[in-house]
């Protein structure tokens, strides 16, 4: 009886092992097949995480090395005294030194509206990244957070083009700094989302005219660990995402190029950035109520725009302005949101969201006006302003 009740224990223990084995199996399997959200967070290094002691020291051994006489170089790499006390302290904790540098550029790179730190300081910290970092540096690149931005998109085309598990076992420091870039923008709340996502897409659109097979929304969602929902727009690429149940956003491409982005929050506008006008970062508390049209938007071409603009500039209001002009020198932008300036002729400010700026060359260089430009609305083919300057005396 006693082998009986013996063989009956060693055989349910059996089917609890194999029933473990199955739901951890499946686990792992669940992990490796969800959201990018979910597998991002699994690095190759310990944790992500930084103890806020250690960082205090990390800091201060960097601002020592940052008030030297080496740091002052632009590229202080063959200057820097890497035998000093400072210097073998953050090699030799390694791994809480590149978690700081890492989480510091995150920070405060901040592409236009970036804000200003001591150039010494970014310097010192790209320096020691690259030799933490190893086999993983670059080869050719700028200092400072030029550099660290140059090996996040490095980092992120290799994510994009070889997959997380190759990412893991090749490019441990290249991962960990994605994951560490998307557990920062979690932790933020959502309207500084909306600022956070809109500096990324500045510092990542070079990536969207790459000739590699990485498409617009795969770097979209990478760099913002965001959902894909859908492309609109007619004449205009809008590509739309959600982050969240409660946040949402367009990327509008033109050309291969970012002409601008909107924000929305429980489906109302939060924000925009025009970037086609020089980039302007705006909270759109002025739109109230606001909601996303981008399914109606249907741009007209501006090929077919451009003898509209030449009828516009023969006109006799502008003969003091314009006495001549050559047509082989037309180009346009496409833009998003456009301010006219206070100087042009503006005849409709209303909220129109396409806007196509032509430019051309006028009357001879040595006139009082030799460059024009005409603003003209890209949905209607309306004219909105025009404006004449001198070329030179704008350089």
């Known amino acids: 009886m006693k082998k009986k009740f013996a063989w009956v224990l060693a055989a349910v223990a059996v089917v609890i092992c194999v029933v473990i084995a199955v739901v951890l199996d499946r686990n792992t399997a669940a992990n490796e097949n969800g959201s990018e959200k979910e597998t991002s967070q699994q690095t190759s290094l310990e944790s992500t995480q930084q103890e806020p002691q250690e960082n205090e020291q990390i800091a201060q051994m960097i601002d020592i090395l940052a008030e030297t006489p080496e740091a002052q170089y632009y590229d202080p790499t063959d200057f820097l005294n890497k035998d000093s006390e400072e210097y073998i302290y953050l090699l030799e904790h390694s791994e809480e030194t590149i978690k700081y540098i890492f989480n510091d550029f995150l920070e405060n790179t901040d592409y236009y509206y970036k804000v200003v730190l001591d150039p010494r300081r970014e310097n010192v910290m790209a320096v020691v990244m690259k030799d933490i970092i190893g086999g993983e540096a670059l080869k050719e690149s700028d200092i400072g957070h030029h550099y660290f931005e140059d ?60 000739e590699d ?58 924000a925009y950035n025009n970037s086609g006008n020089f980039s302007s970062y705006t909270v759109s508390s002025m739109f109230g109520d606001r909601t996303d049209n981008s399914d109606d938007i249907k741009i007209l071409e501006s090929e077919k725009l451009k003898s509209s603009v030449i009828s516009e500039l023969k006109k006799p209001k502008y003969k003091e302005y314009v006495s001549s002009f050559d047509k082989d020198t037309f180009g346009s932008t496409l833009c998003y949101r456009y301010e006219p300036s206070d100087f042009m002729f503006v005849y409709n400010n209303t909220d129109m969201d396409y806007v196509y700026v032509f430019w051309a060359n006028i009357n001879d260089d040595d006139s009082e006006y030799n460059d024009c430009k005409v603003a003209v609305d890209a949905q209607t083919g309306n004219v909105i302003a025009v404006d004449f300057s001198n070329y030179f005396d704008n350089v």
């Open 151 to 210: 090996f996040w998109r490095h980092n992120v085309k290799l994510l994009l083009l070889n997959g997380a598990d190759f990412m893991r076992e090749n490019y441990k420091y290249g991962y960990l700094l994605i994951a560490m870039s998307r557990e920062k923008l979690d932790s933020y709340d959502n309207t500084y989302k909306c600022n956070e996502i809109d500096k990324r897409l500045r510092i990542f659109d070079v990536l969207f005219e790459s």
């Open 213 to 270: 097979d990485v498409s617009f929304a795969d770097v979209i969602c990478c760099i913002t660990n965001s959902k894909y929902l859908k492309k609109s727009g007619e004449g205009v690429d809008i590509y739309k995402f959600q982050y969240d149940d409660e946040l949402k956003f367009n990327v509008i491409i033109s050309d291969n190029k970012l002409i601008g982005n909107t924000y929305y929050i429980y489906d109302k506008e939060f």
